[in-house]
């Protein structure tokens, strides 16, 4: 069974930085497309980063240059290290993996609340 639990997020100022994990069982984070999603109070989910299995990065226009995507493939564990907040990143953050080469995502945590406030 996979599993997906995330971690990291609370509550922080503008400006300030936060490191989201991702931590996975049953499922190999080297297999396929890992990524990070977020979703605020009445919008639709939005990706936000994306590792390819062969280590590519890929972001979100809105945190090109401020968020990071990682793995660490000993712990199996995704990561998202946010930093330069903004009010406008205020959301659940999602982790997510695909169950195949096209990055399908199949597989979702259940999130953890990022508030970006004064």
């Known amino acids: 069974q996979v599993q997906l639990v995330e971690s990291g997020g609370g509550s922080v100022q503008p400006g300030g930085s936060l490191k989201l994990s991702c931590a996975v069982s049953g499922y190999t984070i080297t297999s396929n497309c890992m990524a990070w999603f977020r979703q605020a109070p009445g919008t639709e989910r939005e990706w936000v980063a994306r590792?390819?299995?062969?280590?590519?990065?890929h972001y979100a226009d809105s945190v090109k240059g401020r968020f990071t995507i990682s793995k660490d493939n000993a712990k199996n564990t995704l990561h998202l290290q946010m930093n330069s907040l903004k009010p406008e990143d205020t959301a659940m953050y999602y982790c997510?993996?695909?169950?195949?080469?096209?990055?399908?995502?199949?597989?979702w945590g259940q999130g953890t609340q990022v508030t970006v406030s004064s």
């Open positions: 997510a993996a695909s169950s195949s080469m096209f990055c399908t995502y199949t597989y």
């Open positions: 590792v390819d299995s062969g280590g590519w990065v």
